[in-house]
């Protein structure tokens, strides 16, 4: 059975990250240890809210430092992506966690902030976004509408969907994820 380590620094998504799982039969578990987080089979690193607010925590805490030298697979969700960049422009400008080349800027647009279903190119599933900021990456391997949807880069895998959150799409893109640890 997968270990899969959910970062716990605050974020609004861990109960529904948790549950999303273990429903694919991972162990998966809620955790603040950084030896946890480096020894598990999957890091994930989920996100609603502040890039200030999470760095901090994230910081504060020695997580950010256990994501920053872990050699296995890392994933992160949402802001948990945006946060995996050099840097974020919310905030007032926030240092990232350096795991991926990049930037994450305000959204542009009549639609800000960017919430419901969205197809992914090239593949055309469509996933939930929920989300003000973006990422800008030479490590994108999808868009959506656009911006940026999935980033690849070494261990690292983010998207700025949520899989927790849409079905039977998101279920077996986490499915996916698992069987690469």
């Given amino acids: 059975m997968k270990t899969v380590a959910v970062t716990d ?7 529904s990250v948790l549950l999303a799982f273990e429903r694919l039969g991972a162990r998966a578990f809620a955790t603040d240890d950084p030896a ?43 802001l948990g992506l945006q946060l995996a960049l050099e840097e974020s422009e919310e905030d007032g400008g926030v240092p990232g966690l350096g795991l991926v080349p990049g930037r994450a800027v305000r959204l542009d647009g009549e639609r800000v902030p960017r919430i419901g279903w969205a197809p992914l190119e090239p593949s055309g599933t469509a996933y939930y976004f929920a989300h003000s900021y973006a990422a800008v990456t030479p490590a994108a391997v999808a868009t959506s509408e656009g911006i940026v949807a999935e980033v690849e880069w ?17 279920a077996a893109w986490l499915k996916r994820c698992l069987s690469r640890v």
Avoid at 9 to 15: C, E, K, T
Avoid at 36 to 60: Q, W
């Fill in 9 to 15: 620094y605050g974020a609004g998504n861990l109960r």
């Fill in 154 to 170: 070494g261990g690292f895998t983010g998207v700025q969907f949520h899989p927790e959150k849409s079905g039977s799409a998101g």
């Fill in 36 to 78: 946890a987080i480096a020894g598990a089979d999957l890091a994930v690193l989920p996100g609603v809210g502040s890039a200030r607010t999470a760095m901090k925590a994230l910081t504060e805490s020695g997580l950010s430092d256990a994501l920053q030298v872990r050699r296995g697979r890392t994933l992160g969700i949402c």
